[in-house]
């Protein structure tokens, strides 16, 4: 299988769940991406793993755990979500762990999330 | 980071070129130009990038002019296939806004 793979592509879940969403990427890359994308509004950035460490959490609530064992694979663990948590989550990767000029994303199709 | 302005929404017949610009004034000498489309409820999708000279792939063309202040991203042979919303980003750090929504017609 190539490229950014997730899983999985859709979700329900009642707000006292705790569910985990998948990425898998195959293009050896360095750097793996969570994006949300609520209904009508641009992706917003959530969290930065280069070579496994998180170097970048954009003011997340605490309901949202990623988790990052190689650089092959992201985890976004979730619990105790609220229905505006509602979207699209993106996983991306990318070559360059440091995010310089050239450093092209290629995303993952997505997990429709909805919590009741 | 430099802020992006694109239309929001473009027409385009089927067979003809889709010429998508991108106003760019605030981007710094060493920020790349990377345009992504999105095609409904899927992952965004790479096109291409530059960051001064014009550039080519399979997919389409980037026409940067020579003050950078500006882009437009060309689609020779629009499909309707190619209706999405495209996203044009002048950052080395990728930070997407609305795009612009192109309808491909037949």
């Known amino acids: 299988e190539t490229g950014v793979t997730q899983t999985p592509r859709h979700l329900v879940m009642g707000m006292t769940n705790k569910k985990s969403l998948k990425c898998e990427q195959h293009l050896g890359h360095n750097a793996m991406y969570w994006y949300k994308q609520s209904a009508k509004k641009p992706l917003e950035l959530m969290f930065v793993?280069?070579?496994?460490?998180?170097?970048e959490n954009n003011s997340v609530p605490s309901r949202f755990s990623p988790e990052c064992p190689n650089s092959s694979h992201l985890f976004l663990h979730l619990h105790t979500l609220q229905p505006e948590d509602s979207a699209l989550y993106l996983c991306?990767?990318?070559?360059?762990?440091?995010?310089?000029?050239?450093?092209?994303?290629?995303f993952g199709p997505g997990t429709r999330l909805t919590v009741l | 980071d430099a802020k992006t302005t694109q239309p929001p929404s473009m027409d385009c017949a089927e067979g003809r070129a889709a010429n998508l610009p991108c106003n760019h004034s605030t981007i710094s000498g060493n920020e790349y130009v990377y345009w992504y489309r999105q095609i409904h409820s899927q992952g965004p999708q790479y096109i291409i990038h530059?960051?001064?000279n014009n550039e080519t792939n399979e997919m389409a063309s980037l026409i940067i002019t020579e003050d950078r202040k500006s882009s437009t991203l060309i689609l020779p042979h629009a499909t309707l296939r190619d209706t999405a919303v495209y996203y044009c980003i002048a950052t080395n750090k990728l930070v997407f806004g609305a795009g612009t929504i192109l309808r491909v017609k037949s």
């Open positions: 991306a990767s990318s070559q360059d762990p440091a995010g310089g000029s050239t450093d092209t994303q290629y």
């Open positions: 793993y280069n070579f496994k460490e998180q170097t």
């Open positions: 530059g960051l001064k």
